[in-house]
């Protein structure tokens, strides 16, 4: 059975590889470029596998994974200009795939249990572009 | 690998009516939506690509290169059009969604080499909704 949470938060990146010059940036990532950053509210689904516990009838506690969702992820990337203040991006550029790559790295030791595993992270860029991982090797 | 998936739209009219049937079987079969003048509908489609992170840009899928395709492909021909009249693949086959569906798959397919010459990324699906209540969706692997 597969059970998905939303959360939502919003943020600041500038797409950019330091590897390049700005030129060569401006060419790869049009205005998500601009130095100065831009920012978007982006949408995180989660979603987990499991079976239902045969005595609770639930999969995993919804409050629970409400807590790690806004611990993990909401806390640390909320209001934040994400190349500054969020590890990895100072190395990583946070793409929306990038970002869904570590949503997924972050949630997944927690997510990990005897009656779950985390199936896969969706990320909302904006409401026309998502972009989904369901792991490395998937 | 990742998946990133795109949402684009399109506004056009249609009728579903199969020439191989009667009128009135055409009538049961479609209900309204054989009315002869036609019909329109917002449609939303939903363009997914696979293929994983290029190191240098972070990204799966160049989105720039991914919009002027199915722009030129899907959105100018159909936008604004009337799909039976106006398009050579509804002459023979009904404007279903279904149909519909498998007629992107196909022109994004015949065009993906020249837009994308690497292996990856490759198109996944494509789903359609002619209205928000029912969508399909249609994997690039069912169609040549």
Redesign the interface.
């Known amino acids: 059975m597969l059970i998905t949470r939303k959360v939502e938060f919003s943020a600041s990146h500038v797409c950019r590889n330091p590897q390049l010059t700005d030129e060569e940036n401006r060419a790869l990532f049009g205005a998500a470029a601009n130095p100065h950053g831009h920012g978007h509210n982006y949408v995180l689904e989660v979603t987990v596998e499991g079976a239902p516990d045969p005595v609770t009838g639930m999969v995993l506690d919804l409050k629970l994974l409400k807590d790690i969702l806004n611990r993990e992820v909401v806390d640390a990337y909320d209001h934040r200009f994400l190349n500054h203040e969020v590890a990895p991006f100072s190395q990583v550029i946070p793409t929306p795939e990038n970002i869904a790559i570590d949503v997924w790295n972050r949630l997944h030791p927690h997510l990990s249990g005897s009656r779950t595993r985390l199936h896969g992270v969706r990320i909302f860029e904006t409401p026309d572009l998502y972009v989904d991982y369901f792991g490395e090797g998937a | 690998?990742?998946?990133?998936?795109?949402?684009?739209r399109f506004s056009a009219s249609h009728r579903l009516h199969a020439p191989q049937l009667g009128e009135r079987e055409n009538r049961e079969l479609y209900g309204k939506c054989n009315n002869p003048f036609g019909h329109g509908h917002n449609y939303e489609i939903a363009v997914s690509v696979s293929g994983p992170?290029d190191a240098?840009?972070?990204?799966?899928v160049d989105?720039?290169v991914l919009d002027a395709l199915v722009r030129r492909e899907v959105l100018e021909p159909f936008d604004h059009r009337n799909l039976n009249e106006d398009l050579e693949a509804f002459r023979a086959a009904v404007p279903t969604s279904e149909n519909l569906g498998r007629e992107v798959v196909r022109r994004l397919k015949q065009n993906w080499r020249a837009a994308f010459p690497l292996p990856e990324p490759h198109l996944e699906s494509v789903s359609i909704a002619e209205t928000s209540r029912n969508t399909f969706e249609v994997s690039a692997y069912e169609i040549e």
């Open positions: 690998m990742i998946r990133i998936t795109r949402k684009y992170v240098r840009s972070g990204r799966a989105i720039e």
